[in-house]
């Protein structure tokens, strides 16, 4: 449900808005509240970029310049849809030019934790040392490391992981569970 | 918050307030589905009506098909079919150009898209709508042309003193 915002309205009414709300708010009313979305998401962007690029400015770069494309490409959003979904993919898409421009098919994750409900995690927990895991994740396709990380780090589900990669659902959960399995092969042999 | 953070979040919004980033009209984005859509529609029922008077043809000629291929293939309007791939062109530039987020199955649009042509092809050359476009349309003239010189078009034929 879309609320209208009054000028008597505080930006802590307005934070308690949804996202697909505030973007209604940007493209209708006031573009300050633009800030608010950029607040919302641009750390867990961050973290996502990094994952895919791996250099930190890069990732900085990647992020402006996708709150840039989605400011400018607000009215093609629908609302019906959720806004996540679609500025993580966005972000997708700009790492994605980064990789291919510096041929980085295998990207370095830097500061990830990932959480796991699967037997792999009892593994990793029982190496002690995230070092090891993080050589692992090195190894790891970015085709099966994206969705990995999207699932344990950014917790989306099979059909945001889905619709921000634009590959099948079936698709998704195949590329998880390679990735584990990958993850523990590689783990395992070093 | 980090500083490299607080300047993406400030960065981004002196840009809008300095108009130097501006959203795009909907009216761009509603263009871009109208041409891509027209593009979409022309591209198939140009597609079928060829699979459909190339069928016609060769089954009204029989074993001097090929050659009345050929008579088809130059009397054809071929700028109908320019208008469509221009439109799809167009459409699927624009389309690229903000609909980057939406997934779209490419697979199954092509594989529905050469169904239908197909499917339609066939069903158009079954019902007979092209025996009615001999008598009355746009390509009258043409399939006329094939049916009553036994495949030789009238126009190409010398006119008698």
């Not at chain 1, 006031?30 to 996502?48: G, P, Q, T, W």
């Not at chain 2, 320019?82 to 779209?104: C, D, P």
């Amino acid at each position: 449900m879309y609320y209208i915002l009054t000028n008597n309205k505080t930006m802590t009414d307005t934070k308690k808005l949804t996202d697909e709300d505030l973007i209604e708010e940007v493209r209708l009313n006031d573009k300050e509240v633009f800030a608010i979305v950029i607040e919302r998401y641009e750390d867990k962007l961050l973290r996502y970029a990094k994952h895919l690029v791996t250099d930190e400015h890069k990732a900085v770069d990647i992020v402006q310049e996708s709150f840039i494309k989605a400011y400018i490409n607000l009215n093609s959003f629908s609302t019906t849809k959720k806004f996540s979904s679609w500025i993580y993919r966005i972000v997708h898409n700009q790492a994605m030019n980064v990789v291919k421009k510096y041929n980085k098919e295998t990207p370095l994750l830097d500061n990830i934790d990932y959480k796991s409900d699967e037997n792999i995690e009892k593994e990793f927990e029982q190496k002690e040392t995230i070092d090891k895991v993080r050589s692992c994740l090195n190894q790891i396709p970015i085709i099966y490391s994206e969705p990995l990380n999207l699932f344990y780090v950014e917790e989306k589900s099979y059909e945001e992981i889905s619709d921000i990669l634009q590959i099948p659902i079936g698709t998704v959960a195949t590329r998880i569970s390679r990735a584990k399995i990958i993850m523990k092969k590689i783990c395992l042999t070093n | 918050m980090s500083h490299e953070l607080e300047n993406i979040k400030d960065s981004v919004m002196s840009k809008i307030h300095e108009d130097k980033i501006k959203m795009k009209p909907k009216l761009y984005f509603i263009l871009g589905s109208i041409l891509t859509f027209l593009g979409l529609v022309g591209s198939i029922v140009m597609s079928t009506f060829l699979f459909s008077l190339i069928r016609f043809s060769v089954r009204a000629h029989g074993p001097m098909g090929e050659y009345k291929l050929n008579e088809l293939i130059s009397n054809f309007p071929w700028w109908t079919s320019l208008f469509a791939i221009l439109f799809l062109a167009l459409g699927i530039w624009l389309i690229h150009k903000y609909e980057f987020s939406y997934k779209r199955n490419y697979l199954h649009i092509i594989i529905v898209f050469i169904l239908a042509i197909i499917i339609a092809g066939w069903i158009i050359d079954t019902v007979g709508v092209n025996d009615k476009l001999s008598r009355r349309g746009p390509i009258q003239g043409m399939m006329r042309g094939y049916m009553k010189n036994g495949g030789v078009q009238i126009n190409s034929l010398p006119r008698l003193p």
